[in-house]
C-alpha cells in the first residue's frame, strides 16, 4: 500500500491538470449558453470556445515591431503558472504530491504571476489601450490579492494551518463549519474576488467591443493566432480552478483521498459543482450591468471588509 500511494498521488494531480485544462473551455462554452438561453437567444453551442481554440491555434502568432521577451513569454508563462495552480489545488483529491506547495501564499502568488506577466506585455506593446488595461488590471491585482489572503485566514485559522489541503480535510471532518459566520463571511468575500480575478460582470465583460471599457481584452489585442489561443485556454482555466477552489473550501463533499478508487467520482462531483457554479455566474451576468470604473474599488473594498469580518468571527468564537 505504501508503493501505492505515490502513484495515486500522481494520478490524481495528472487527473486534476486533464479535467482543468479539458473542461474549462466547456465552462466558458455552458455560461456563454446559459446567458444565450436567457436573452432568448439560440447560442453557439457548448462547444464553440474549443471551436474557437482549434481555430486560432492554426494560426500564426503576431508580434508587432519593438516588443521584446516580456511580450513574447507571457502567453507561455500564463499558461504554466495556470498549470502549476490546476496541480497544486486540492480540487480532486487532498493527497497530492505538490500538497506541501499549495499553500495559501504560494497560490495567491501564482495567481498575481500570471496576471504581471500579462500586463507587462501589454506595457510593452507600448499601445494607449495595452498601458491602460494594464494599470486598471493591475489596480484591481492590489485590491484582489489582500481579499484572498484574508478570507483564507480566517478559514485557516481554525486549523491552524495556510496548507489548502489541511482547510479542505478539517471541513471535510466538521461540515457544520461551513455554515458558520466566518465561512459565510469568507464565502462572500470570495465569491467577489473570483468575478473580480476572472474579468467576469460587472467588474469586466469579457464579450465588450467598446476600447474604453475594456480591462483584460485591452491587454491582449495585440496577440494573435497561437498566443492567442494560449491566453484565452489559461484566462478559462483559471476560471475553472477558482470556482473549483471555491467548491473545495465551502462544499468540499465528493473530493478524493490518499486512494484511486474514489478519483473517478471525484471527478464527476467536481465536474458538476463547477458547472452549477459557472452556469449561476452566467445566469447572474443578464441581470447586473457593468460597474463604471471608480466604482470597481468600492466593491472589492467591500470584499476585503467581508474578509476581515470574517477573520474578526472566527477568532472571536475561536
Do not use: C
Not at 438561453?37 to 471551436?51: H, M, S, T
Not at 495567481?111 to 489601450?129: C, S
Not at 461551513?178 to 463571511?185: K, N, R
Amino acid at each position: 500500500m505504501s508503493g501505492s500511494a505515490p502513484f495515486a498521488a500522481l494520478a490524481a494531480t495528472a487527473a486534476q491538470v486533464v479535467v482543468v485544462a479539458a473542461g474549462a473551455p466547456l465552462l466558458v462554452g455552458v455560461m456563454r449558453q446559459v446567458r444565450a438561453r436567457l436573452e432568448g437567444r439560440a447560442g453557439a453551442g457548448v462547444a464553440q470556445p474549443w471551436r474557437d481554440l482549434r481555430k486560432l491555434l492554426r494560426r500564426q502568432p503576431a508580434t508587432p515591431a519593438g516588443t521584446g521577451w516580456a511580450f513574447r513569454l507571457a502567453p507561455l508563462l500564463l499558461m504554466g503558472t495556470t498549470l502549476v495552480l490546476a496541480a497544486v489545488v486540492p480540487l480532486l483529491s487532498t493527497a497530492l504530491p505538490l500538497d506541501p506547495a499549495a499553500d495559501l501564499f504560494a497560490v495567491v502568488g501564482l495567481l498575481a504571476l500570471g496576471t504581471v506577466v500579462l500586463a507587462l506585455a501589454a506595457l510593452d506593446t507600448g499601445t494607449a489601450f495595452g498601458g491602460m488595461g494594464a494599470s486598471r488590471e493591475i489596480t484591481i491585482l492590489a485590491l484582489v490579492e489582500p481579499t484572498i489572503l484574508v478570507a483564507v485566514l480566517a478559514l485557516s485559522a481554525r486549523v491552524g494551518s495556510t496548507n489548502l489541503a489541511a482547510i479542505v480535510t478539517a471541513t471535510l471532518h466538521h461540515p457544520l463549519q461551513v455554515v458558520s459566520p466566518a465561512s459565510l463571511l469568507a464565502a462572500a468575500a470570495l465569491a467577489i474576488v473570483v468575478v473580480a480575478e476572472t474579468g467576469r460582470l460587472p467588474v469586466d465583460n469579457p464579450a465588450t467591443h467598446l476600447e474604453l471599457t475594456m480591462i483584460h481584452e485591452a491587454m491582449v489585442l495585440e496577440y494573435a493566432g497561437t498566443d492567442l489561443a494560449l491566453i484565452e485556454w489559461a484566462s478559462s482555466m483559471r476560471l475553472t480552478v477558482l470556482l473549483g477552489l471555491l467548491a473545495s473550501l465551502f462544499a468540499p463533499w465528493g473530493i478524493a483521498g490518499a486512494g484511486l478508487a474514489a478519483l473517478p467520482l471525484a471527478g464527476l462531483i467536481f465536474l458538476v459543482k463547477v458547472a452549477v457554479l459557472g452556469a449561476g455566474l452566467g445566469a447572474v451576468e443578464v441581470f447586473i450591468a457593468k460597474l463604471r470604473l471608480f466604482r470597481v474599488p468600492e466593491l472589492l473594498a467591500g470584499s476585503f471588509v467581508l474578509a476581515l469580518l470574517a477573520v474578526a468571527s472566527s477568532f472571536f468564537l475561536a
